[in-house]
């Protein structure tokens, strides 16, 4: 694994959370993308070495709803930058680690994509994510 990539904060409103980021890192967002699949639309801010996605459901059964729904707003999963993810994965699973089903796929700002079931790591959601070349 290699360094954290991002870390993901689940917001009820996007716009306005884009505003309030953008005032607290001193940039506005340099990519806007909704994944459909995923029931959300994200943001990505980067200041430095450090990265903030916003997470926005756009749909009630999207895993993003359910979890302000459940927890409110706040650090949704941490990210870290893999450079062969289905190595990674088939190691993390020899360690007893759960993928969530239906990964690895496309993410958002252009990456491959797999979440480890926080069950089995503190609470924490962990996303692995492999640049797309
Ligand atoms: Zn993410």
Redesign the pocket.
């Known amino acids: 694994m290699n360094k954290i990539?991002?870390?993901?904060i689940a917001v009820k409103d996007l716009n306005a959370s884009n505003q309030l980021f953008e005032k607290l890192m001193g940039v506005p967002p340099y990519k806007m993308e909704e994944v459909e699949s995923e029931g959300v639309k994200?943001s990505f801010f980067k200041s430095g070495p450090n990265k903030i996605?916003l997470?926005e459901a756009t749909k009630p059964e999207s895993a993003i709803a359910k979890y302000l729904e459940k927890k409110g707003e706040g650090i949704?999963?941490i990210?870290f930058a893999v450079d062969d993810l289905e190595a990674e994965i088939k190691r993390l699973e020899s360690e007893e680690f759960v993928v969530l089903p239906g990964f690895p796929k496309n993410?958002?700002?252009n990456?491959r994509?797999a979440f480890l079931h926080p069950k089995g790591t503190n609470g924490v959601l962990v996303?692995l994510?492999q640049d797309i070349e």
């Open positions: 990539e991002h870390l993901g994200t996605e997470l949704h999963h990210a993410g958002a700002d990456k994509v996303e994510c």
